[in-house]
């Protein structure tokens, strides 16, 4: 995480159209013995909480569906603008999870989820970290078994694995004893490989998702890694 971050809260938007949501929102918020959220802006609609004090929020929550319309097409334009964006939805399928990811989201949250679930996904998504909620994981391990698997070979998935645990690229490389360069390779062709069967995985936390419905990661290998580091444990 930012060291910045070690020394506030993180700050977040939330774009949502029921007040209740909201109010939830802020109740999980305040009961946090840490303090370790502060919502700063919240609102119906994207320009009204973009206009304020959301603009420079550290995560953006946003409703899949706000008054009626689903928010899918505003997601790239969000991710291009750096903001990391975290949606949270009654729609929890597969294909929904997919393909919120693929246009550009952190990751992704359903509206069933408990408030600790809630909470850890603002935070790894602040401290750019993948996190797999129960919902997120039972919806990605039930793929269709008659998906075509790429062939990723044991480097590509040991290197991707300490890359979703959170290491960044020079971590993994030194704990592999490999240089950066091979790392990088490894993730890389690895989408190549993804792509070949029509299944792109653009970005980090799509190719996670790939991996976990395949079987290359199971959602343990995330979570225990994050259970660990949440206790203080070292990468």
């Known amino acids: 995480m930012d060291r910045e971050l070690l020394d506030r809260p993180v700050t977040l938007a939330v774009v949502e159209d ?59 334009e969000l991710a291009a603008q750096g903001r990391r964006v975290v949606v949270y939805s009654v729609h929890e399928d597969e294909e929904t999870i997919l393909t919120v990811l693929k246009a550009g989201a952190v990751t992704f949250i359903s509206k069933n989820e408990t408030a600790d679930h809630c909470l850890d996904t603002i935070l790894a998504a602040a401290g750019d970290r993948p996190y797999v909620t129960p919902t997120m994981a039972g919806a990605l391990v039930v793929a269709d078994a008659r998906t075509t698997r790429p062939m990723l070979s044991a480097r590509e998935r040991e290197a991707l694995l300490l890359w979703f645990q959170g290491m960044n690229k020079q971590s993994v490389a030194t704990r592999m004893g490999i240089s950066e ?32 419905q395949d079987g290359l990661i199971t959602p343990d290998d995330i979570i225990e890694y994050q259970s660990l580091a949440a206790e203080g444990g070292s990468h």
């Open 18 to 76: 029921l007040p209740v949501v909201i109010e939830g929102m802020r109740s999980w918020v305040a009961q946090d013995p840490h303090q370790r959220v502060e919502i700063v802006a919240s609102g119906n609609t994207l320009e009204a909480v973009l206009a304020g004090a959301g603009a420079d929020a550290d995560v953006l929550l946003l409703d899949l569906e706000l008054n009626g319309v689903l928010m899918i097409g505003r997601i790239p």
């Open 181 to 212: 360069a091979t790392v990088k390779q490894y993730i890389e062709r690895a989408r190549i490989k993804y792509a070949s069967t029509g299944r792109a995985a653009p970005t980090k936390t799509t190719l996670l998702a790939r991996a976990i």
